[in-house]
């Protein structure tokens, strides 16, 4: 457990590791014990980020020709679907014979010291092996950190690996192949509850992390997710995509494609939450040429403010927005005041169908959707919206969208 915080909304929150940090210090441990022939209790190492990592070593076991161990996944105040399983790491050594060092450890020589069995995704003189076991998911769909096939261990895991396998191989005077094989026996269930599905991992969990340590609120991997999944979109060669902010959407979604047409057309959907700017960001530098978003009045409204997070804490300004659209279509003090008032989205739609407005705002606020949007998307692709209500159906579209689905029924 480590004990390092950071404050989010003023409390005190306990960083925790990712699952690539897990990895690396069981490696650590298991290529300690392998070489040593001695069980090892703790394993301890500096993330990426710059913070020192000590954790206790489970299920401990040496084997002959290889030696194994676990560490435990601790999320700290950022609970996830993999806080609390085991990690594990075994390590052997291909084509080993073993002698009695003179310091009295296990000393293992490869049979071939010409051959350095490599990672592929790490430097070819490389003489360490990284592979996925049980419970650890392949990449079954272009686009993501690692080939298609290739166990999904990240770019820096595998590197946390590689240096933790390097640190401990030295110590104590090793330094021929090792082989490491990273496996969590919960990983197939939980990785249901995952985003890996979705994203064209099967079979478990992924070993993840950027800098080694979990920041209890962050919204970095969410965001991550979404990127990836775009990104992934992108490399099976599609270049129309569909992004809503949830499931409000993603219910509407099915009903609407039929109508229009595009239902058979397989434009992949992306949920997007609420960072809408940040997923049309990624479409375009993913290179796609049509996006169209589909979205609840409540979310997509506050895009005629220019506003590309819609999350409430960040700015929930849906009446007052409605209220301003409204003002300039001629709506008086009471109504205006009226829709300020207002508790939903749908309220304020009533209001202004009671005042004969509805119309005449709902277009005005579609128009400064389309406007916003499409200066977010500085021309690197078309981009339009379909707004709708749960209780009224569709609301409307910017004029792009409707040029959009058109082009996509021909």
């Known amino acids: 457990m480590i004990d390092e915080y950071v404050i989010s909304e003023g409390r005190k929150l306990r960083m925790g590791i990712t699952t690539g940090t897990c990895a690396a210090l069981a490696a650590q441990g298991a290529v300690r014990m392998l070489l040593s022939g001695r069980a090892v209790k703790?394993?301890?190492?500096?993330?990426?980020k710059g913070i020192r990592v000590a954790e206790p070593l489970f299920d401990i076991s040496i084997d002959g020709g290889s030696a194994s161990c676990a560490v435990r996944?601790?999320?700290g105040d950022d609970k996830d679907a993999t806080d609390g399983i085991?990690?594990?790491a075994r390590a052997s050594i291909p084509d080993a014979e073993e002698s009695e060092s003179p310091t009295g450890h296990i000393s293992i020589k490869s049979a071939n010291s010409a051959e350095r069995i490599s990672d592929k995704s790490a430097n070819a003189a490389e003489p360490i092996s990284i592979t996925g076991g049980t419970g650890i998911g392949r990449v079954t769909l272009p686009g993501l950190d690692q080939p298609v096939g290739a166990a999904a261990i990240n770019s820096v895991p595998r590197k946390m690996i590689r240096e933790a396998v390097t640190d401990a191989a030295n110590a104590l005077g090793y330094?021929?192949?090792?082989?490491?094989?990273?496996?969590?026996?919960?990983?197939?269930?939980i990785a249901e509850k995952t985003f890996n599905p979705r994203l064209g991992i099967e079979g478990g969990i992924s070993i993840l992390g950027t800098s080694g340590i979990v920041e209890p609120m962050s919204l970095s991997a969410l965001k991550s997710s979404i990127a990836v999944e775009i990104r992934q979109k992108a490399a099976m060669g599609q270049r129309r995509l569909i992004l809503t902010p949830g499931n409000y959407g993603l219910a509407y979604i099915t009903g609407w494609a039929a109508e229009n047409g595009i239902d058979r057309l397989n434009v992949p959907v992306v949920t997007c939450s609420n960072f809408i700017g940040d997923a049309l960001d990624e479409a375009g530098a993913a290179g796609f040429e049509d996006v169209l978003i589909v979205g609840h009045i409540g979310k997509l409204v506050k895009l005629a403010g220019g506003i590309m997070n819609t999350h409430s804490r960040i700015a929930d300004c849906r009446t007052e927005i409605i209220t301003a659209h409204a003002a300039m279509c001629g709506a008086g003090r009471e109504i205006c005041h009226a829709l300020m008032r207002a508790a939903t989205t749908d309220a304020c739609i009533e209001i202004l169908k009671d005042a004969g407005l509805f119309e005449e705002t709902t277009e005005s606020i579609i128009t400064a959707v389309s406007e916003h949007l499409n200066y977010r998307a500085q021309g690197q692709y078309r981009v339009g919206a379909v707004m709708?209500?749960?209780?009224?159906?569709?609301?409307?579209?910017?004029?792009?969208?409707?040029?959009?689905?058109d082009d996509w029924r021909l």
């Open 175 to 189: 330094d021929g192949p090792i082989e490491i094989t990273v496996y969590a026996p919960e990983g197939r269930n």
């Open 86 to 88: 085991l990690i594990y």
């Open 388 to 405: 709708f209500s749960n209780v009224y159906g569709l609301i409307g579209e910017t004029q792009d969208a409707g040029k959009i689905i």
């Open 73 to 75: 996944k601790d999320a």
């Open 42 to 48: 703790e394993a301890c190492l500096v993330t990426p």
